[in-house]
């Protein structure tokens, strides 16, 4: 019995949020806080594995979400779009519903690839170093785009909203919404089920000691560049999630700025902690909401904050621990499903 | 052959901007080994105290009479913009990093501190002013000498001329003086270093002094070259200092101005023979590519681990 309570919980709330969008319950706005929500809860938990599991420094995850929402945006507009772009559409509209999370996986395969220009230097380098590595792949990942002009360089592309309105043609109802929560749960799925294996352990080893992670035989330029595989290429995910809701990208979406924000979250909710990245992610995109009326004072009340977290806090709200660790009888609740470790 | 010697020439003014940011980046990275990466902002800050420095003096205000020549200005700004951006590099480091340090905190979380006091500057800059572009007062009039059809300016000369004279300057007070030479033992060893009597936190203070002037300094300097300034003019290029300090090996003050030295000619080279779009790529891969083959940078030492 217990068993099923995750999965039904799970589609309950995503039958309860299609039905409340249906019904204008959740208006357009609502809605799009929403999968902006999503989005920020895979960026989180993806850095997370990085700068929390593997306790590396990776200041450059906006890089990798531009890679997936380009490639994704890029491949949808070239196949589906009439006219203009790469002559007209080559597959028939109602196809979008079942390639749409394939093109989301090829950027995200797409991303992951990228992330070998962090992965191979990290064998070698460390800390600092990788930080800067990180960055430098970022700006390098940003330039490449603006340089190129056929996907728009620095004025952006867009088109992407003829694939959502294809979408919409077939069946109405809110289908972004429904991809974004789909993603979200097969994000923590993934992350969730790779922390917890035996190769996932050799993750949290590196983290605390590289080198004895080593003579205990644990292979750690295999996890490296595993993980820092894994999480470039959920960021991808992400960033042709991102592509889709907004309809309008330009690499100016994809500065460091963007990287501070996963870093706010993945540092908010403790490194090293799903739920705790989650929830940071929840929190902050709602603050962000309330913050809005502040305009560009909330990004000085969003440091703040961090500094202060780091004074009295450093550890994050969770820190190494999940949910179930924080409420017991949650765990209780889950069997063995929601052990978190 | 009289553009090369042009390119050289925006090269070296380029990579003197670099050298004296990528230096506050090394000084302190060498004495805490903390990547302070509120420093570009720190830049910001000290064209900022410059601008308010230079129309305080121009009369701008109404507090004090027009009239004082341009010079007099200039020379009553440098050391205005440098006290002030002092007072806030410490200030910085008092408020922020050095209650971590005190709590044993990991590294990590004073670098987070650092780049979140980074975002509130530059935020906070942009709340307070607004985002209105300032324009930076001409000083001191241009003077273009031209050379066999190469063209330098007077302000090209002096920025060249300031950088190299810094180098030498910091050169001396990092390997002669004594406080530099207790700066040199607080990045061999941290621990013994308070058992000899050093006292650390005036080390570290003097540091945050030494890196914050010359980053305000670097800010004057770039002010009256690109005499346009706004909130995030630091944030940039003091990502591509950092970046010149790493190559030059981080923690050396050699490796800081080779760094941004050699950063300000491949820019400059890469914008002479391609689009000028293709700067930061190029710049970027050029130096991951260093960075791969030699991890510790340029003139870095490779610190042995410990089993």
Redesign the interface.
């Known amino acids: 019995m217990r068993r099923f309570i995750v999965p039904a919980a799970t589609a309950s709330l995503l039958g309860l949020i299609l039905l409340a969008s249906m019904t204008d319950a959740l208006n357009l706005y609502w809605q799009s806080v929403l999968m902006f929500m999503g989005i920020n809860i895979i960026l989180s938990t993806s850095l997370n594995l990085v700068n929390g599991n593997m306790g590396e420094f990776s200041c450059g995850h906006a890089g990798f979400m531009a890679v997936g929402a380009y490639v994704s945006s890029v491949l949808a507009v070239a196949l589906f779009a009439p006219g203009g772009f790469m002559g007209g559409p080559y597959l028939p509209g109602y196809l979008t519903v079942f390639i749409f999370p394939l093109l989301l996986l090829a950027g995200g395969l797409a991303a992951a690839v990228t992330g070998l220009l962090v992965a191979l230097p990290s064998f070698k380098t460390r800390g600092d170093y990788l930080a800067i590595i990180t960055i430098a792949a970022s700006y390098i990942i940003k330039s490449t785009i603006e340089n190129v002009g056929a996907v728009g360089g620095a004025r952006g592309f867009m088109g992407m909203a003829k694939i959502t309105t294809a979408m919409t043609d077939v069946w109405d109802i809110p289908w972004m919404l429904l991809w974004v929560f789909a993603a979200v749960i097969f994000t923590l799925v993934v992350i969730r089920r790779y922390v917890s294996s035996t190769f996932g352990k050799g993750v949290d080893a590196v983290r605390q000691d590289e080198i004895a992670a080593e003579i205990m035989s644990v292979d750690t330029d295999r996890i490296k560049l595993v993980t820092f595989m894994l999480s470039s290429g959920l960021a991808g995910i992400a960033g042709g999630l991102f592509a889709f809701v907004l309809g309008y990208i330009n690499p100016g979406s994809f500065t460091i700025i963007k990287s501070t924000e996963a870093m706010v979250m993945v540092y908010l909710g403790g490194m090293g902690s799903i739920s705790g990245a989650t929830l940071s992610a929840i929190v902050f995109t709602l603050l962000m909401e309330v913050l809005r009326p502040l305009q560009v004072g909330k990004w000085v009340i969003i440091p703040m904050m961090l500094i202060l977290l780091m004074q009295f806090r450093p550890e994050g709200f969770f820190g190494h621990r999940e949910l179930t660790d924080i409420v017991p009888g949650l765990r209780r609740l889950l069997g063995r499903e929601g052990d978190g470790k | 052959m009289e553009s090369l010697i042009q390119n050289i020439l925006n090269a070296l003014q380029w990579g003197s901007f670099y050298s004296l940011i990528a230096l506050g980046y090394c000084l302190v990275?060498g004495v805490l080994?903390l990547?302070n990466f509120a420093h570009g902002d720190i830049f910001m800050a000290g064209a900022y105290f410059a601008f308010f420095g230079a129309t305080f003096l121009l009369g701008k205000m109404g507090i004090i009479p027009p009239g004082m020549p341009g010079w007099v200005v200039l020379a009553l700004t440098i050391p205005i913009s440098m006290v002030l951006t002092s007072a806030l590099g410490v200030t910085l480091e008092r408020v922020?990093y050095r209650?971590?340090r005190r709590k044993g905190?990991?590294k990590?979380?004073?670098?987070?501190?650092a780049?979140?006091?980074g975002?509130?500057l530059?935020?906070?800059n942009?709340?307070l002013l607004g985002a209105s572009r300032k324009n930076f007062p001409t000083l001191v009039p241009q003077v273009v000498y031209s050379l066999g059809g190469v063209s330098v300016t007077n302000l090209k000369v002096a920025v060249i001329l300031v950088a190299v004279l810094s180098f030498l300057f910091l050169h001396y007070v990092v390997g002669k003086t004594k406080i530099g030479m207790a700066m040199q033992a607080i990045s061999y060893d941290r621990f013994a270093v308070p058992l000899m009597g050093i006292p650390t936190d005036t080390v570290i203070v003097f540091t945050f002094v030494l890196g914050s002037s010359f980053a305000a300094l670097a800010g004057v300097l770039f002010a009256m070259s690109y005499p346009v300034l706004d909130p995030f003019m630091g944030?940039l290029i003091g990502?591509k200092a950092?970046?010149a300090a790493?190559v030059g090996g981080?923690g050396s003050i050699r490796g800081a101005f080779a760094g941004g030295f050699l950063l300000g000619f491949v820019e400059i080279m890469v914008v002479a023979f391609f689009?000028s779009?293709?700067r930061?790529?190029i710049a970027?891969?050029i130096?991951?590519l260093i960075?791969?083959l030699k991890?510790?940078g340029l003139f870095g030492v490779a610190r042995r681990?410990k089993?």
Do not use: K
Not at chain 2, 108 to 113: A, D, E, F, P
């Open positions: 990275y080994s990547i922020a209650p971590l905190a990991h990590l979380y004073v670098v987070i501190t780049l979140m006091c975002l509130v530059e935020n906070g942009l709340a944030a990502w950092f970046i790493v981080i689009p779009t293709f930061d790529l970027f891969s130096l991951l960075l791969s991890p510790t681990t089993i």
